[in-house]
């Protein structure tokens, strides 16, 4: 059998034109999908040997799990409900409501990647714009310590760079491309021009191109020591200003680097400043395949995107303090949930030491460094493929992926629900 119009749901593209073909419960062929996205839909079904649930290891029914797992998160002080960016917001839904009634933390994934993003976007705003207009209107395009080709392989090619679109009807042809880098990547043989830049120097970078853009005198003595030449900087800054239509899209060599949270706040405001001129848009190239749809259910039922903490029974929002790698570093976290998430391969190591001394539950679709650690592990169906629900792509679209095949397991959105249900009770 074959489905078309599939939505990959394995990075933040959300490729929907994915054709797949099925045999029993296994899609055989991914058609369509890139290397990432096909070992996605073609490994689905590696765990199915699992139990559905495991305690100290050991296989359990599914209610053995969720009564020993909202044992350990009743009781706990100080529990912190992580993860949640591979997916669906019906399931992100469960889980906040899980932390409310907890009065736990609640973080997920943007908190290690474009957490600094939505930080500058609450001080400098969003001039954003859909991949459908940068499809369609786009003929300036910076990638800004970003490398598209290896971490979102289908993004040049659907959206961004070699689509033709409505004022582009020549695709490649009527764009120019700009890869910023600190070194050379994969992604610099689509560019018309890569500009190398030292670690560290982006916001300064910004600053200037910002000064270029408002026409103010910059002396070449100030731009010394940028590592980036006065004539590369000023060419920039007047193809910033005379594009028709020009899109900056930054990585997390950008918001993970020095600055983070002001390097992309200084991005922004040289792209608000640029509206003055043309029109020009701003998108994180956002990683895991529902990490935005994160960011929106956390915002509409919470007020905030990530770090967040019910202790006082409304939520309160601090990054810093209530980020994930921060509650585990002062030692306070006495219980975690992970969701969909592998923290334990993935967390600096002494957030990891944390992880190994307190009662750990993870629920994932494989199995991981996580799910082998934890206490109380659950194996759930992959949203997407074997569940359906709501996913939402970088530019905060939100796309439905229906269910393909059937699964032994239950949905991550059934999982937390029923422990939600049984927290509720133990907590009267
Ligand atoms: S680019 Fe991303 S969403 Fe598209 S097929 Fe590849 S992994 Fe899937």
Redesign the pocket.
């Known amino acids: 059998m074959q489905i078309e119009a599939v939505?990959?749901?394995?990075?933040?593209?959300?490729?929907d034109d994915?054709t797949v073909t099925i045999e029993g419960d296994n899609i055989i062929q991914a058609k369509?999908?890139?290397?990432?996205?096909?070992a996605?839909f073609l490994d689905h079904s590696k765990t199915q040997a699992l139990p559905v649930a495991r305690i100290n290891r050991l296989a359990a029914t599914l209610e053995e799990g969720i009564d020993a797992a909202a044992e350990f998160l009743s009781n706990a002080r100080y529990p912190v409900v992580y993860g949640l960016s591979s997916t669906s917001c019906e399931a992100q839904q469960k889980a906040v409501e899980l932390a409310e009634t907890l009065g736990s933390c609640i973080d997920c994934c943007t908190s290690v990647c474009h957490g600094p993003s939505g930080m500058s976007m609450q001080s400098i705003g969003e001039p954003t714009c859909t991949l459908g207009e940068v499809k369609n209107r786009a003929d300036l395009v910076i990638y800004w310590g970003a490398n598209p080709a290896e971490s979102?392989?289908?993004?040049m090619a659907?959206y961004a760079v070699s689509p033709k679109g409505m004022l582009v009807p020549n695709g490649r042809k009527d764009r120019t491309v700009v890869m910023v880098d600190v070194r050379p990547t994969l992604s610099s043989r689509a560019a018309d021009l890569s500009l190398i830049i030292p670690p560290g120097k982006d916001f300064e970078i910004f600053w200037v191109l910002l000064a270029m853009v408002q026409g103010r005198v910059v002396g070449q003595d100030s731009v010394r020591d940028l590592g980036i030449t006065y004539e590369e900087l000023t060419d920039l800054a007047e193809r910033m200003k005379s594009c028709h239509y020009g899109v900056l899209f930054y990585g997390q060599g950008l918001t993970q680097s020095a600055g983070k949270h002001m390097n992309a706040a200084a991005a922004s405001l040289l792209v608000r400043e640029l509206n003055k001129f043309t029109r020009f848009a701003i998108l994180p190239m956002r990683g895991h395949?529902n990490v935005a749809g994160m960011d929106n259910v956390m915002t509409w039922q919470t007020g905030y995107p990530f770090a967040v903490n019910f202790s006082r029974g409304y939520p309160r929002f601090n990054p810093g303090e209530f980020t994930i790698v921060d509650v585990l570093n002062r030692g306070e976290v006495d219980a975690v949930l992970t969701v969909a998430s592998d923290p334990m391969a993935n967390l600096p190591k002494s957030a990891v030491k944390r992880l190994t001394e307190v009662p750990l539950i993870a629920i994932d679709t494989h199995e991981s460094q996580t799910t082998r650690a934890a206490r109380v592990s659950f194996m759930a169906a992959t949203a997407g493929i074997s569940a359906g629900g709501t996913a939402y792509r970088m530019d905060n679209i939100p796309l439905y992926m229906n269910k393909l095949v059937s699964s032994p397991f239950p949905s991550d959105e059934e999982i937390l629900g029923r422990l939600l249900a049984r927290v509720k009770e133990l907590k009267g």
């Open positions: 939505v990959c749901a394995f990075c933040s593209c959300l490729c994915i369509n999908a890139c290397a990432l996205g096909k996605w979102h392989p289908r993004h659907r395949g």
